[in-house]
Structures are given as structure tokens and as C-alpha cells.
């Protein structure tokens, strides 16, 4: 089971900490050398590092959250951002409304899903088109 | 969400490699931001639809779903092609994809029924691939009210 750091940054929230992850050392003498609390640098940097800020991973099977996570991946160049965006257009108005989509705006998505794969054939792929894609179609709703 | 995007805007980078044009990314940094913006999006009743090339770093209970999306050598080096990537990078994302290592990352990284490897080759298959993930997503949220 994976196990990452809950936090690097509860105490001090990285003001004049930027070593904070590199060079732990190096964060502890200049904490308690220069900042005006010296036992309370030594006491977060204990925390921080202490396993009791480390959380075991674990699958979301008890959530509590009312719309699901999903994470598109692979190697560059496979899609992933056109996939996602995708979704997550056919998505938004059942994550921002719990109206039932109108026809006309089921036709416009229709339209606009036609229009988005045939420029994306039509012009290559990658992030550039799909961000040209979203200037069209803002105008076009305009 | 774009998460590069996202690293960008927020710098969560600690570093540059000049050698593969890109950024070293800190991702102690991205998964702290990350986090406060999962469990808002949580908070106001909202899902996340996340891109990115790096999937093991994430904590597991984050994702209800995880496409890995895989496209052939040939049409790959053409996308890479296209978008300019220096040689190297180019070779090594394609090295990457003959390998699998994103799909062995996922299935090391999250449980395997939430993991599922898709076809990315055409318009077609990321038609067909949208589908899926929707018809997914409303499977969930009937099982989930």
C-alpha cells in the first residue's frame, strides 16, 4: 500500500520555506537560528517528519463525495486532454445543474461534439486545438 | 482539469530541464493544491475529470476511475511530430507508450477494477472512449444515490 507525506506545509505554509522538502537540514538550522520561535521550528519540522503525517493510500470505495473522480492518463500525445475535456463538457450540466438537458442545448452539444472531432481531425492534435476549439465555440454561443 | 496546466499556473515546479524542454515538476507542492481543490470540488457536490501524464503520484482514494489511454507507435510519433518535440523527448515518451509503463504505473497505483486501458488511435475511438467514461459516470451516480 503507498503512503505519501499528508502535508509538507501545515505550520508554515512555505513563507521563506522553499528548502522545506530538499534539504530538511538545512530548514532546521535556519529555522532555529533565525526565526524568533526556535522550539517551535524544531517541533514542526518533528511533525512534518514524524510518520504520524504520513496516511496509508486507500481506494475511494467508502466515499462521501456526490459526483465521481476520474482520471484520464498515458503518454503525451494519446488524447488525454481532448478526452477529458470531452467528458467534461457532456458532463457540465449534470455537475452544475440537476435540470434536465433541452433539447435544443442536447442539439447544440451534438453540434459542437461534431464540430470539436472534425477540427481535432482536421488540424492535429494536442492542447492547441482543443483551446482554439473553446474560443470557437464561446463565440459561437455568444 | 488540466493538471499541467494547473502545475503551470500554480509554478509547481522546482526546477527546468533544458535537455528534454520541460519542467521539473515539485510535486509535494502540486498534490498540497490538489488536494484543497479535490475536497472543494467534494464540498460544493462536484466530480473531477483530471488529465495527466503521471498517474502514480495521486492518492489512490482520489479517483473512482482511471482510463489509461494508449495509441500505436506510428500515430504517436506523428502527434509528437506535429507538436515539436525535440528528439529525445520524443523518443523517450515513445519508448514509454511501447513499454507501458503508464498502464503498469496505474495498475500498480490504484485497484485494478477502476483501471481500464482504451484505444486512442482515431475520432472514433475517443468518441467511443467519452461514451464509456459517461455512461460510467452515470452508472456511479446511480449507484451512489
Same mark, same amino acid.
Given at each position: ?26 530548514? =532546521?538550522? %535556519? ?9 517551535? &521550528?524544531?517541533?514542526?519540522?518533528? #511533525?512534518?517528519?514524524? !510518520? ?18 476520474? =482520471?484520464? %492518463? ?9 478526452? &477529458?475535456?470531452?467528458?467534461?463538457? #457532456?458532463?457540465?450540466? !449534470? ?48 | ?145
Amino acid at each position: 500500500m503507498k503512503r505519501r507525506r499528508r502535508s509538507l506545509v501545515p505550520l508554515w505554509e512555505r513563507k521563506g520555506c522553499s528548502c522545506i522538502e530538499s534539504d530538511h537540514l538545512l530548514l =532546521l538550522t %535556519t529555522l532555529v537560528f533565525s526565526n524568533r520561535q526556535p522550539l517551535h &521550528a524544531l517541533i514542526s519540522i518533528i #511533525r512534518i517528519m514524524s !510518520d504520524d503525517n504520513m496516511e496509508e493510500d486507500r481506494p475511494s470505495t467508502a466515499t462521501s463525495r456526490r459526483r465521481p473522480n476520474i =482520471l484520464i %492518463t498515458g503518454t503525451p500525445g494519446v488524447g488525454k486532454t481532448s478526452t &477529458a475535456a470531452s467528458i467534461a463538457v #457532456r458532463k457540465r450540466p !449534470d455537475e452544475f445543474t440537476q435540470k434536465p438537458v433541452s433539447e435544443n442545448a442536447a442539439l447544440f452539444q451534438l453540434l459542437a461534439d461534431v464540430f470539436f472531432h472534425s477540427f481535432l481531425e482536421n488540424t492535429g492534435k494536442g492542447h492547441g486545438p482543443y483551446e482554439h476549439w473553446k474560443i470557437c465555440r464561446g463565440k459561437q454561443m455568444l | 482539469m488540466n493538471i499541467g496546466k494547473f502545475a503551470e499556473e500554480n509554478k509547481c515546479y522546482e526546477g527546468r530541464d533544458e535537455e528534454l524542454d520541460t519542467n521539473v515538476l515539485d510535486e509535494d507542492k502540486l498534490l498540497d493544491l490538489l488536494e484543497v481543490a479535490f475536497q472543494q470540488a467534494a464540498d460544493e457536490g462536484k466530480g473531477i475529470v483530471a488529465d495527466f501524464h503521471v498517474c502514480e503520484i495521486f492518492p489512490e482514494r482520489w479517483f473512482d476511475l482511471v482510463l489509461v489511454l494508449r495509441a500505436t507507435t506510428e500515430i504517436l510519433f506523428d502527434r509528437l511530430e506535429a507538436r515539436g518535440y525535440p528528439e529525445k523527448k520524443r523518443s523517450e515518451n515513445m519508448e514509454s507508450e511501447i513499454m507501458q509503463v503508464i498502464l503498469d504505473e496505474a495498475r500498480a497505483s490504484y485497484a485494478p477494477e477502476i483501471v481500464h486501458e482504451v484505444p486512442s488511435n482515431t475520432v472514433e475511438d475517443l468518441q467511443s472512449n467519452v461514451q464509456r467514461a459517461c455512461s460510467w459516470w452515470d452508472q456511479w451516480l446511480s449507484d451512489h444515490t
